[in-house]
């Protein structure tokens, strides 16, 4: 399976990573070049096989439905990039 | 007492239990032999001022005679652990300036057992690399050279750990394997890397990379350090959902040096073609060495080991997408500067591209490809089929009775920084072959520095153990290096 230029663009873009027209052909080669690695597991009889969901089997722990934490926004805007009023800020979302 | 920094932790415990030294004298040499080692690259935040005031407190909780085996024992932390008010950064550009606001399980349970920090270690971005070279740090470096003095990687992604150990800057550290992350960097470097089994660990405030793979784990001197140092970092953690409930023990005290009886597999499906001479002949003696302490040597065959890297290249990727789709520039980090009349979108797409380097930039894309309308059978499902397989050749192997499997630790020794550059991404993953296959499984495995190559590098050989069983594992490991009776040390020129 090899990705054309055009699948790599729209892969970079799901991805949300800005890449340059310039810079499509080299990762649709590189992209090409692992997928034909990964080909290899077509070779496996799977039939029957459940997916893995979880390494180790044990029951998801579950614990009371309640407020354990909170009431520190200042804490949590302390590493935003920019942050005003107890908000992040970002650029206009909605014209 | 001289070179302080050069005890092993089951050395310094012992001497500050006596008296004969205190932490902060211990504390003082690893801060002095960082200093003169700035060209391993290996720390690249120090955290003395936190350091001395650690060592201080517990000198005094050992005058107190509240000691427990890890206090006042100076520690390296690798990037990638949340310390709560020190960059914290996982090697990413993106992360530029994060400071936690919050600890990470295994360094508080460090931190509460009384350990000291020394700063924060190199890695591959995001622990995703097997050669530190992908660091917006820049490389850490192997303190074990090659012919005329040629620079080599110390591995990764755990390298500064690694190389910050072989260079007795601290005297354990900190690591976390995904994919052979903490087994290879103790290979390369002649030190021992221990991965616990999937949930012995804690996960929180782990910068994450592929949840269902990633385990943290110590990389130390000795087999009994890396005993001592997992008791302190283990424990079973509300705050982390995989985290077992299952108390843990003394692993120290599980050290009894015999191995009779045990049985040992060798997996046929290891012995890939192109292995070097040397390697080959260490695993053959590594194999009389258990065999000259008791253990029965037994050949067994894990017949999907081949299907193990494309299935981890499948299945790391797809959850390292996900997982660090949490990168936006919006809540912490980096955010690109913006053009007139940017939006969000521009927001996201340019912050990432600035603020991840290509390795990982690479793994976002091929997790987003697999993960995506159309393939995700194709591709996801049938990996993690694939990897119930894998687990599946393990629990045969286990249910017939194998008590542990040997293996070699990597394909090669320690190789030239920029070796890699030209190859293709595929090459750099091969790295992975021989660890890969229990981070699927969700086992513990362990590396030895077993022998030297004809250059004098250091090898590892891995052990392999039952899940949750490490304390088993380890004291195979210390039958392994008490028979090998490596000693070598690089020649210091750092």
Known sequence: MSITEDEA????HLARIAVEDEALPALARELSGILQFMEQLGEVDVEGVEPMTG?????????????TTGGMPEKILSNAPDAREGFFAVPKVVE | MSDLNKLTITEARDALAKGDVTSVELTEACLGAI?????????????????????????????????????????GIKDVFCVQGVPSQAASKILDGFVPEYESTVT??????????????????????????????????????????????????????AAAVAADLCLGATGTDTGGSIRQPAAFTGTVGLRPTY???????????????????????????????????????????????????????????????????????????????????????????????????VDI??????????????????????NLARYDGVRYGRRAKLGQGDGIVEMYEKTR?????????????????????GFYDAYYNRARKVRTLIKRDFENAYA???????????????????????????????????????????????????????SGLPLGLQLIGRPFEEGDLLNQALVLEKAAGFVAKPERWW
């Open chain 1, 9 to 12: 663009r729209k892969v970079a």
């Open chain 1, 55 to 67: 390494v180790i089997p044990m029951r998801l722990k579950r614990r009371e439905d309640a407020v």
């Open chain 2, 35 to 75: 200093e003169g080692a700035g060209a391993l690259n290996a720390f690249v935040h120090g955290t003395p001022d936190k350091a001395r005031a650690m060592a201080a407190a517990a000198d005094q909780r050992i005058k107190d005679g509240q000691a427990s085996a890890m206090t006042g024992i100076p520690v």
């Open chain 2, 108 to 161: 508080q349970n460090l931190w509460n057992a009384g350990a000291v920090m020394l700063g924060k270690l190199n890695q591959d971005e995001f622990a995703m690399g097997s050669t530190n070279e992908a660091s917006c740090y820049g490389p850490a470096v192997n303190p074990w050279q090659g012919a005329d003095g040629q620079k080599l990687t110390p591995g990764g992604s755990s390298g500064g750990s």
């Open chain 2, 199 to 297: 949930g012995r660990v804690s996960r929180w405030g782990v910068i994450a990379y592929a949840s269902s793979l990633d385990q943290a784990g110590p990389m130390t001197k000795t087999v009994r350090d890396a005993a001592i140092m997992l008791g302190a970092m283990a424990s079973v953690d509300p705050q982390d959902s995989t985290s077992a409930d299952l108390p843990v023990p003394d692993y120290e005290s599980l050290l009894t040096g015999d191995i009779r009886g045990k049985k040992i597999g060798i997996p046929r499906e290891y012995r890939i073609d192109g292995m070097p001479d040397d390697i080959a002949a260490l695993w053959d003696k590594g194999a009389d060495m258990l065999r000259d302490a008791g253990a029965e040597i």
């Open chain 2, 301 to 322: 065959s894990l017949p999907h080991t081949k299907y193990a890297l494309p299935a981890y290249y499948v299945i790391a990727p797809a959850e390292a997408s996900s």
């Open chain 2, 353 to 373: 591209a600035e603020g991840f380097g290509p390795e990982v930039q690479r793994r976002i894309m091929i997790g987003t490809y697999v993960l995506s309308a």
């Open chain 2, 400 to 454: 017939d009775g194998i008590d542990a499997i040997l293996a070699p630790t990597t394909p090669s020794p320690a190789f030239a920084l920029g070796a890699m550059d030209q190859a293709d991404p595929v090459q750099m993953y091969l790295q992975d072959v021989f660890t890969v296959t229990l981070n699927l499984a969700g086992l513990p495995g362990i590396s030895v520095p077993v022998g030297q190559d004809k």
